[in-house]
């Protein structure tokens, strides 16, 4: 067996590398954070080759001494910590005092800096193992770092470049990371010449549209909360405007971009009710907490955290994403109307007004007494035009016993009545369960139907969970079940399929799992069996009041499945579509 020995500092340093610096882009991630640590406010990159070839960042930040540029690139020399204190509650980006080293071992670095107070800028190279000393530089301020000819002495790790396309790719993706985290600090980025981005410092709203473009900020919902130590904002993407790729999702812990499963199931969480199947949501979202709550210790990369209190976090975050995602444009309470502002077509623009078309009361109270189950108080005496906004408008027509057209001011709304009114009984039903238990609505006349044995036997185990639910089920022989009662917002659904729905979810899950895993799910199968179906015709007041309820109801701007309830066709897309002003 060979003798145990001390590796020497190179080896050391590219075996550090390859945990470190992957690619050209975990390189030009490195540089751009000792950048900001420096706290640059203007940051200029420019690449060759993908970064294969060069990688330059220029920063106007704080500067080295010029006896601390050789230690600048030596292995674990840092300015960002000097205890085991500092360490438990890092602040900075950077800390491991091990990029550059790793950066130096595996090309051909020149470092060049110049503080406020020195006369002039001082300059190394390093090579692999071979640094020079410090010579006089013209530099104006701060720090520029070049990085040529990656891996040129590590061949086996340059075969496994990808294309300069790709490497490229890659580096944007880094660039726009770093330009989200700090939104207070211009960045530019050329490649093998070309100017790809150029941003001045702005606030955070007209970075995002500037990173991610205008329509993930038009479709963006305003992320706003804090509690205690912890505070959460930026933005979070329209369900409606969810893609089938994972693109266009940030988040920051303390500035600093992590990828954090415990956040991610957070957030996916909180769109569970109103996402479509696979899709996936984009978002922007920064956390901040106290720094000894989290440790960042956890990989050389620094992409991933652990928290100290990671339920309370975990259900902080999606509390706060489940509410944000609730405040749609169709989703605004009274009281709440002259606080809350909506996205469209950009950054919190305010609902627009709109005068409510006369209601015929009879009518509008039937409708709700039959739909809703009891009538809404507003049906009866109208509130005042300023009392309310409706953002959804003034219904106009039915198309195809589908779909409700109305009219607000931005132009024309086209709601699909059955999604919408599923969305609305599911919220309700959300809501009687969590205050106790759902009302129940005696029949007229029970239903009785022919059950097999498993559904005679669940009607009877979990009868208690039933009544919760708003069922009153017996056996009515060895091979029937009646219903005797359905949840009173149900009344008008079809028992005996309803009722086989429902005890079909409890057979195979059981009463726990249904009640707290698949609630939502049964709650929802439940309301599809009593929402407004196709072809039924709706009078003016009748879809006025549907428009009503949308309004009220939380997250009704996409239904249970996630779909889309409504969509605003703006008047200036009129025009276009008519070629008017042309």
Known sequence: MPAIQVLPDLLVNQIAAGEVVDRP?????????????????????????????????????????????????????????????????????????????SVASVSRLALTSRRAEDKH?????????????????????????????????????????????????????????CALSRCDTAFSLQHNGRVRWHLKAQPLEARITAVLGDEFAQAAVQLEEALAAVQIHGCVGSPSHASSTREAQYVFVNGRYVRDRLLTHAIRQAYEDVLHHDRH????????????????????????????????????????????????????????????????????????????????????????????????????????????????????????????????????VIVDMHAAHERIMYERLKQALDTSRIPMQPLLVPVVFNAEALEIAGAEEYRDILLQLGFDLAPAGPTALTVRAVPVMLKDADARELARDVLRELGEFGATRVLIERRNELLSTMAC???VRANRRLTLPEMDGLLREMEETERSGQCNHGRPTWHQITMAELDRLFMRGR
């Not at 690449?47 to 674990?76: F, M, N, P, W, Y």
């Not at 990085?147 to 880094?174: G, I, M, Q």
């Not at 989703?331 to 809350?340: G, K, M, N, R």
Request: hydrophobic fraction near 45%; proline fraction near 6%.
């Open 25 to 101: 882009s975990s390189a030009l991630k490195e540089l751009i954070e000792n950048s900001l640590d420096a706290g640059a406010r203007d940051i200029a990159v420019h690449l060759a080759a993908g970064g294969t070839r060069l990688i330059k960042v220029s920063d106007d930040g704080c500067g080295i001494a010029r006896d601390e540029l050789q230690l600048a690139v030596a292995r674990h020399a840092t300015s960002k910590i000097s205890s085991i204190g500092d360490l438990e509650r890092v602040a900075s980006l950077g800390f491991r005092g091990e990029a550059l080293a």
């Open 121 to 177: 800028a001082w300059s190394i190279s390093a090579e692999g193992p071979e640094l020079t000393p410090p010579v006089p530089a013209t530099l104006a301020a701060g720090t520029t770092i070049e990085v040529r000819d990656l891996y040129f002495n590590t061949p086996a790790r340059r075969k496994f470049l990808k294309s300069e396309a790709t490497e490229y790719a890659h580096c944007d993706e880094t660039f726009k990371r």
């Open 281 to 412: 949501p984009s978002y922007v979202i920064f956390l901040d907490l106290d720094p000894a709550t989290v440790d960042v210790n956890v990989h050389p990369t620094k992409i991933e955290v652990r928290f100290r209190d990671s339920r309370a976090v975990h259900q902080f975050v999606f509390h706060a994403i489940s509410k944000a995602l609730s405040r749609t444009a169709a989703a605004v309470t009274t009281a709440e109307a002259p606080a809350v502002r909506a996205f469209v077509g950009g950054f919190a623009q305010p609902y627009a007004r709109q005068q409510p078309m006369a209601l015929e009361v009879a009518q509008g109270a039937a409708f709700y007494d039959t739909l809703f189950g009891t009538p809404r108080a507003y049906i009866g005496a109208p509130p005042p035009v300023d009392a309310r906004p409706m953002p959804l408008g003034s219904a106009l027509a039915q198309l195809a016993g589908v779909y409700i057209l109305a009219q607000n001011e931005q132009g024309l």
């Open 529 to 531: 069996h009593s929402a």
